[in-house]
């Protein structure tokens, strides 16, 4: 019997990485700063009575082992890696921001917890391996791309903590040029995209992004939010981050630091 899992495992497991589709840019950090890398054994390393993994899982378990030893596991969500809001608890604010959570992005009803928990029921449904896996996993995919916005956002200045998942560099400076904002670490990269309205378009401010280094933190990232779809060669993403400051992510917001 399957048991309900976080939604991006089980698109991950089910659907082709959108990064082995779509162009992107080298995310490798300078040579001489790269952390060192694990690695992890292949399919051929490992004892014969060990079950063999899925075309999915070995390309994740692949693309894990390419990553600094110290950066997140794949589809590692920003709840993981942040500190809980208090229930009940008033929005915080950083000067003329204020911070909000990644629920606050979609309507009621319509986030990504909501679909699944709808479709969570013919998923278990289906047998292992079957091939109407694919077609339900596509289905739920479509469904969560026309999720909509939440309108009542455009034009607040916000503040939200996230991964990046790179788009352009400035090799020069070594710095992180524009990107898309997502929930769990991995997204369009290896692991298939968020939902449209999980999804963010961020163009730092001059002088106002981190290091290709620290691509693999955690960080906040605070700026005018706009609600404006527009397609990057990663994923479509539902919102706009404009005149945008990018922090490392740090567990104490008053040291939190910028490259």
Same mark, same amino acid.
């Given at each position: 019997?399957?048991?309900?899992?976080?939604?991006?495992?089980?698109?991950?497991?089910?659907?082709? /990485?959108?990064? @082995?589709?779509? *162009? #992107?840019? +080298? $995310?490798?950090?300078?040579?001489?700063? %790269?952390?060192?890398?694990? &690695?992890?054994?292949?399919?051929?390393?490992?004892?014969?009575?060990?079950?063999?993994?899925?075309?999915?899982?070995?390309?994740?378990?692949?693309?894990?082992?390419?990553?600094?030893?110290?950066?997140?596991?794949?589809?590692?969500?920003?709840?993981?890696?942040?500190?809980?809001?208090?229930?009940?608890?008033?929005?915080?604010?950083?000067?003329?921001?204020?911070?909000?959570?990644?629920?606050?992005?979609?309507?009621?009803?319509?986030?990504?917890?909501?679909?699944?928990?709808?479709?969570?029921?013919?998923?278990? /449904?289906?047998? @292992?391996?079957? *091939? #109407?896996? +694919? $077609?339900?996993?596509?289905?739920?995919? %479509?469904?969560?791309?026309? &999720?909509?916005?939440?309108?009542?956002?455009?034009?607040?200045?916000?503040?939200?903590?996230?991964?990046?998942?790179?788009?352009?560099?400035?090799?020069?400076?070594?710095?992180?040029?524009?990107?898309?904002?997502?929930?769990?670490?991995?997204?369009?990269?290896?692991?298939?995209?968020?939902?449209?309205?999980?999804?963010?378009?961020?163009?730092?401010?001059?002088?106002?992004?981190?290091?290709?280094?620290?691509?693999?933190?955690?960080?906040?990232?605070?700026?005018?939010?706009?609600?404006?779809?527009?397609?990057?060669?990663?994923? @479509?993403?539902?919102?706009?981050?404009?005149?945008?400051?990018?922090?490392?992510?740090?567990?104490?917001?008053?040291?939190?630091?910028?490259?």
């Amino acid at each position: 019997m399957k048991t309900t899992i976080l939604p991006v495992l089980v698109l991950a497991s089910l659907l082709v /990485a959108c990064g @082995e589709e779509k *162009p #992107a840019i +080298d $995310a490798t950090p300078p040579t001489t700063t %790269a952390p060192a890398i694990v &690695a992890k054994p292949s399919i051929a390393d490992t004892d014969k009575d060990t079950p063999a993994l899925s075309p999915a899982a070995e390309a994740l378990a692949t693309a894990q082992a390419e990553l600094p030893v110290d950066a997140p596991a794949i589809g590692t969500p920003i709840q993981e890696m942040t500190k809980p809001t208090e229930g009940g608890a008033a929005p915080k604010q950083d000067g003329e921001f204020t911070e909000i959570e990644w629920e606050n992005l979609e309507m009621p009803g319509q986030g990504l917890a909501d679909i699944m928990k709808k479709y969570q029921p013919q998923i278990d /449904a289906i047998p @292992e391996g079957d *091939p #109407a896996e +694919d $077609a339900m996993m596509e289905k739920v995919q %479509a469904e969560l791309n026309s &999720a909509p916005v939440n309108a009542a956002l455009n034009g607040k200045k916000i503040k939200i903590p996230g991964f990046i998942s790179p788009l352009e560099a400035d090799d020069k400076q070594g710095m992180v040029k524009e990107f898309l904002l997502v929930p769990y670490f991995g997204a369009c990269i290896h692991v298939p995209p968020p939902p449209l309205n999980q999804t963010l378009l961020v163009k730092p401010l001059e002088g106002k992004s981190i290091g290709m280094e620290r691509m693999y933190e955690p960080v906040w990232v605070s700026g005018t939010i706009v609600t404006e779809q527009v397609h990057t060669d990663l994923a @479509e993403a539902g919102y706009q981050i404009k005149d945008a400051s990018v922090e490392v992510y740090e567990e104490d917001e008053s040291t939190a630091r910028q490259d």
